[in-house]
């Protein structure tokens, strides 16, 4: 039995006999598939427990259940949940499953009187048993795996069906960025002239049109011609028959995997809006990820050796903004203003990335000049295989247990992970 998609396993406890009650480097700016819910449902009598597996309405051995936990297909997110002692308790219903060789036989009844409340925020947060889940992530993988047909698609059609996930909140037809080059052409040495596109604008003939990837994944795409005055300049290209080109032709995919495994764990009780600066590009903080509460999602760490590079050849690394709690990306993940405490003026910034050395590093740091008085409303500490303590406590930045206003910085083994609590 195959699954094409990530499978939620959780037992649901039903009594039958007798009830019982029982987690850059910058240049300075110039503008899966639904998931698959199994439940297992258990009869017990005296002390024997029956426990049966169910997928879709129908029962599935425990050898099928091993098995797509053994390709990681399955995650098993609890093992029990408290019994509601309330005949009248609302839980999730269950189809009446007739326990072979035991007696008495559940009914309909008895497993509506002694069902668990199973909420789907209690599903959901249940995915902390340290397994990264993200929604409809075999779709992703699909898309970001598949070659981009160069030249052959309208500027005007966002390349989702190839792995580019849309930021419709900025205005410009799902890009996180578009920048006017009327004056490039592919023997361009640099580019002297760009416009940053402003919303209501899309993709039009003669500009770069950036984009954001699923989480763990980046752009590919910028040109070998870069902004004459060190200006960033990236995504796809839209020439002057309309049709979108990539500008870096060795990479057929638009979407690249980061490296490393590093994630963010939020354990606070909002959602947490992080948004990486578009880089190469417009560089405004238009890519986008959210933290839901209780989850654990990938944060993308690029790998110098195969990154962009500065027009001076030096590496670079990727920046985020951290909001505090309770902003949605559209709001958080766009320009800020003076006093908002968000977007290009949220308070912290972690940076992440993977040196020429081989070595990955990953790090917080105050959002300095452009907010020097913001705080957020939880604290961060950075966990796992990493060389040392880095952690932003109640508005201050702390380098193994001691105090630093700069912020701090680790290298990472094997996995890191930003607690957000």
Known sequence: MRFSCIVFLYILEVVIAQPHNHFHNHHARNGVSDRVRIKTSSVTVEAAVVTVYELNGQKISSSQVDACLKESKCVIVGTKVTAVPSANAAGQPLTTIQAPSLSPSPTKSSLKTNAPVVSPTAITTAALNNEVVDQNRNKELAAVNTNFPSGTIDCSEFPSAYGAVAADWVGLGGWTGVQKTPGYSLSSKSISYIQTAVAGEGCTPGSFCSYSCPAGYQKSQWPAAQGTSGQSIGGLYCNSNGKLELSRSSYKQICTPGVGNIQIKNLHDKNVAVCRTDYPGTEAETVALNALPGSTVRVTC????????????????????????????????????????????????????????????????????????????????????????????????????????????????????????
Do not use: H
Request: proline content about 7%.
């Open 302 to 421: 690029p790998d110098a050796k195969d990154y962009y590079r500065t027009w001076e050849g030096s590496p670079t690394s990727a920046q985020y903004y951290i909001n505090p709690s309770g902003f949605d990306v559209e709001e958080a993940c766009n320009w800020g203003t003076p006093g908002s405490n968000s977007g290009n003026w949220a308070p912290v910034n972690m940076g992440v990335g993977k040196a020429d050395s081989g070595t990955t590093f990953v790090s917080l740091f105050p959002n300095v000049p452009t907010n020097t008085n913001g705080v957020l409303d939880y604290n961060i500490d950075i966990t796992g295989d990493v060389t040392g303590q880095c952690s932003y406590k109640n508005g201050k930045y702390y380098k193994d247990g001691v105090l630093s206003p700069t912020g701090c910085t680790v290298g990472v083994n094997g996995k890191a992970i930003f607690v957000f609590s």
